[in-house]
């Protein structure tokens, strides 16, 4: 889920207009929280987003299980569809690079779940 936030922070960093970094009412961004903290520059909206990230990490980390999956599920797709958008209609790469990524979330996801699994079946097994 982290991931996926710090992507769409990035991917939103990368395609700000060159005048943004000195003008940054110059910003391109639809998200209009993001648009705000953009507005007082690109270290306000780092921040921001750093403090999001950490927040939502806190979150979920503390929502019952089926909850808290739901919700990290919810946090990766919407910054999936934030990092997409620019890949897709903004820079226009085609349609691969969001499936691309897509598959990269993917694994990501799948190797997470893996190692958690097997930690916890080593927790399980030692305790026996």
């Known amino acids: 889920m982290v991931a996926a936030i710090l992507s769409d922070l990035t ?4 395609g700000q207009p060159g005048s943004y970094w000195h003008h940054p009412e110059t910003m391109h961004e ?9 507005g007082y ?9 750093l403090v999001y ?8 980390s503390k929502l019952p299980r089926v909850i808290a999956l739901v919700s990290v599920f ?7 569809n934030g990092v997409s958008c620019w890949f897709f209609y ?3 790469m085609g349609m691969e690079t969001p499936v691309i990524f897509g598959v990269l979330l993917g694994v990501l996801i799948v190797l997470l779940a893996l190692s958690c699994t097997s930690t916890r079946r080593e927790e399980i097994i030692t305790d026996k």
């Open 11 to 14: 991917v939103t960093l990368v």
């Open 30 to 38: 639809a998200n209009s929280v993001s648009r705000l903290f953009l």
């Open 41 to 49: 520059g690109w270290w306000a909206y780092f921040l921001y987003d």
């Open 53 to 60: 990230a950490w927040g939502a990490f806190q979150l979920v």
């Open 74 to 80: 919810a946090f990766i797709f919407g910054h999936f």
């Open 90 to 92: 903004q820079w226009r």
